[in-house]
């Protein structure tokens, strides 16, 4: 992973003693709330419903095992002894004390970490596949270019103050799983018949109040101009989105008022005022990045048959073909550690025990590193296959050893209305109960892949629209109601779910959930997943289930 040089760790100690000067003058008084607003907001800090939250940067979902036990140091000193993992790949803690903030900031600080552009109407974190430089079907490792954009876009005046907060996400694998059709930008690393390494870019998806997935812009970009593209798709935004509506704001509606292919015309007018220029990138800027990532000491190490740990340890079987992914080195392995046990935690939420725990286990089966998924998950990305069965001991004893990775209880989740100023309706108390009603693991195996996602409100945190199943809390005249998306999901062939039909009460979400289940396991052919059967059949039988049943 990247580590900081002598300006990395200047920039921060000077932003740090600017902040806690602007803190100071606010709690004296010195400063309004107006003016303090953008202040704290360009540090991460939102007033929510009980206290300050502090959402801090994971760049690329990557963490050291250092950076791991003081996130876990964090939680047990100035919040309630957790964290909060992301869809953005970052962490919240929702318990924050304004006074604090500084003092958080420079611990964080001391372990190449920050809170910079989590807020604001800026370049947020980039995000990319979690299982970058590890994954079997990897083409090329996007993390040295999402780097040089990290370190591009950090503190860039040009794009301090976009007409509306700008996401970015870079794949380099033939699967997507860094989901960059739903993102303002989506940037996808591919081979050229002569081997030459291509960026296909897409623009203007997103979701929130107006999901869209976004359009091909430029096919066959070469890498060397990644960020003066980037630039222009930026500039071009910057210059006729809308700043009138904040709602009509994101670079997805510029994208359907012009067009698609209008839209890359004109970027493409921008980039020959910039391609070849100075931002254009060198092979040996590319060299001085990718260092940082390049492959750890990989030692020679067998294959391991797990035939008899099986027979004996079941549920260690089910983990093993829901949490274990292939590696590139034979081998090797990733292993997801899950955060969504059920009830017994909300998902996403991580302890201070945990995360310490974590941090063990990447130095002793892995390299000192973890990756955060846009799930909510842990990934330890190289671990030997020969410790999977302590590893998986050790985790189930700590809770994050849960087998239902892709399943239907492996919920997306915000925090919803028990934190968020923001949210209509609350998301825990929904999301366990349809964890507490499909709590039999070896049903879930059963049914397959299934993905839920569940967001508090349109601002669509938790990615509903892309859900198999999607949930949307929503407010009726002060009362929490909740409607229902089919046919969502992600990946190469991503898709917006479509709503089902009027809004349900949050005692009656966990029927109708059962209720879909059911239509499904009626309807489906040998082999067939829910997406699969979903499309199929339509959206039509599963709505003449549910709403005479929920009506009954």
Known sequence: MY???????QLLAERIAQYRDQVARFLSGDLSDEEFLPLRL????????????LRVAIPYGTLSDTQLETLADIAERWDKGYGHFTTRQNIQFNWIDLKDTPDILAQLAQVE??????????????????FAGV??????????????????STFNPEFAFLPRKFKIAMSGALADRAVVRAHDIGIQLYRDAAG?????????????????????????????????????ILRVFNRHGRRDNKYKARIKILVQALGAEQFAAEVEEEWQQLRDGPATLTSAEYRRIARFFNPPAYAAVKEVDFSAQMAQAPRFAQWLRRNVHPHKVAGFVSVTLSTKPGISAPPGDVTAAQLRMMAQWSRRYGFNEARISHEQNVVLPDVQQKDLFSLWQEADAHGLATANIGLLSDIIACPGGDFCSLANARSIPVAQAIQAQFDDLDYLHDLGEI????????NACAHHHLGNIGILGVDKNGEEFYQITLGGQQGLAASIGKVIGPSFHAEQVPLVIEQIIQVYCQQRIQGELFIETLSRIGIAPFKSAIYPQVAA
């Open 196 to 232: 030459f390494v291509q960026l296909r870019i897409l623009a203007g998806g997103g979701l929130g109040r107006t999901p869209i997935i976004g359009k091909i812009i430029r096919e066959a970009l070469p890498w060397r101009h990644l960020i003066t593209y980037v630039e222009a």
């Open 42 to 53: 360009q540090n991460g800090i939102y007033l929510q419903r009980h206290a300050h939250m």
């Open 113 to 130: 970490m920050h809170a910079i552009q989590t807020s604001g109407n800026c370049i947020r974190n980039i995000s990319t596949d979690v």
């Open 3 to 9: 580590s900081y040089d002598q300006y990395d760790h």
């Open 451 to 458: 993905s839920l996602n569940l967001s508090g409100c349109v």
């Open 135 to 152: 994954a079997a079907d990897e083409i090329l490792d996007p993390r040295p270019l999402a780097e040089i954009l990290r370190q591009w």
